[in-house]
């Protein structure tokens, strides 16, 4: 049972280069959830979708746009990658809002 | 703005000892409480969940729940190097937001050999 998977796992861009985080579940989560985490700042929002065909902004969506492609899979793309972006990204799903969330591995982005 | 407050840390216990972390949160509509445990380097876990008032035992672990007081609790009992990562305090969200999570920053802890 592999949970939920994100990839890459690693990636380096350049200023002004854009890329698309993957993330795909199989626990039958109906909502996805897109986290930044910054050393001091905590786990923060930026988009969600509490189910199939729905997204919604977070706490800090500047620079970033989601797809929320079938049940399984909700990808972060940043059109124009900022240094200010580089951070580690973490994919998770939940079955509802009171029910607890399942992350993934995480991906480490640098944006030089 | 919804919050939840964590003692950064770091906390530190000697092996065998009973580390005690704590968190309060804003939102009185809260219902649902997690503790997740977070290895450097890794990702978040989830260790256990609480949703009433009161004690909740798992193994080693107990959480605690006071709504009144908006407060949640971890306690570890017989601690272990292997216990040494960074405590994450979550809550639901209620009302507007209500599919959300709401996170603390996360208490470190050291448990000493």
């Known amino acids: 049972n592999a949970g939920v998977t994100q990839t890459p796992k690693f990636q380096v861009l350049k200023t002004g280069q854009s890329m698309t985080l993957q993330c795909a579940q199989d626990m039958n989560h109906n909502s996805m959830y897109w986290y930044r985490q910054d050393p001091g700042m905590g786990l923060r929002l930026i988009y969600y979708s509490a189910s199939e065909g729905t997204t919604d902004k977070g706490e800090v969506p500047n620079g970033y746009n989601v797809s929320r492609l079938n049940k399984r899979e909700f990808s972060l793309r940043l059109e124009s990658a900022a240094p200010s972006q580089t951070s580690v990204y973490f994919c998770a799903g939940g079955t509802a809002g009171n029910q607890p969330q399942h992350f993934g591995d995480g991906t480490r982005l640098s944006i030089l | 703005q919804k919050e939840v407050e964590q003692n950064s840390g770091p906390l530190s216990v000697p092996e065998g000892a009973i580390a005690s972390l704590n968190c309060t949160y804003s939102d009185r509509g809260s219902q649902s409480f997690f503790w997740y445990r977070q290895y450097s380097g890794k990702s978040p876990e989830l260790i256990m969940s609480?949703?009433?008032?009161g004690d909740k035992e798992d193994g080693r672990f107990t959480a605690q729940l006071n709504k009144a007081s908006q407060y949640v609790s971890l306690l570890i009992r017989d601690s272990q190097p292997s216990d040494s990562a960074t405590y994450l305090c979550?809550?639901?969200?209620?009302?507007?937001?209500?599919?959300?999570?709401?996170f603390g920053k996360g208490t470190k802890l050291s448990v000493i050999p």
């Open positions: 979550a809550a639901s969200n209620s009302g507007a937001g209500s599919y959300q999570l709401t």
């Open positions: 609480i949703y009433s008032n």
